[in-house]
């Protein structure tokens, strides 16, 4: 696993930069999406991503990644950044690992829409403030492609954990 720190490095820099957009605005910057799937098709070009996948297995996951939330955005219940972020993830991560990220993704969204409600419940006066707490940033949906890159982020760590994910 040491060639692959470097590229570690980039995708959990990557990862939290998406979190971090995500959650102050409710946007991801194509630039940022676009760099990020850039970085790890250059990274499986020599199998050196944290998945140690090469080209092909990262484009098949990215493609699965991007069929699979497609649906949600033509549906109009998710947006067009969180898809690119999952396919993204998914030439970072490999196929294997995606169905638990989006998984854990979702579950991390449940329990913020539950919090929302919440706070939603009580009286308008009193929640309004808290409610701006919980949902930051210009609008109040669930900010999902930090939902995706929490759990990533967490997977990137197992990574380097000798043993734990065996």
């Known amino acids: 696993m040491n060639a692959s720190i470097i ?5 959990a820099a990557w990862a939290l930069a998406v979190a971090i957009c995500d959650l102050r605005s409710r946007r991801v910057p194509n ?8 970085a790890a098709l250059v990274a499986a070009c020599w199998h050196a991503g944290p998945a140690q996948l090469g080209v092909g297995r ?8 991007l069929a699979a939330l497609m649906p949600f955005f033509v549906l109009g219940v998710m947006g067009g950044a969180d898809v690119k972020v999952f ?3 998914g030439a970072w991560c490999g196929l294997q ?7 854990a993704a979702s579950l991390i969204a449940f329990v913020h829409a539950l919090a ?5 419940a009580r009286s308008q006066a009193a929640a309004s403030r808290r409610v701006q707490i919980v949902s930051v940033g210009a609008r109040r949906g669930t900010p999902y492609a930090t939902c995706l890159a929490v759990p990533a982020l967490a997977w990137l760590a197992l990574q ?4 734990a994910l065996q």
């Open 87 to 89: 396919a993204t993830l």
């Open 58 to 65: 990262a484009l098949i996951a990215a493609a699965i990644g």
């Open 31 to 38: 630039a940022l999406v676009i760099a990020g799937l850039v």
């Open 97 to 103: 690992p995606l169905l638990w990220l989006w998984v």
């Open 116 to 120: 929302i409600l919440a706070m939603r």
């Open 160 to 163: 380097w954990m000798p043993g």
């Open 7 to 11: 590229p570690s490095c980039v995708f």
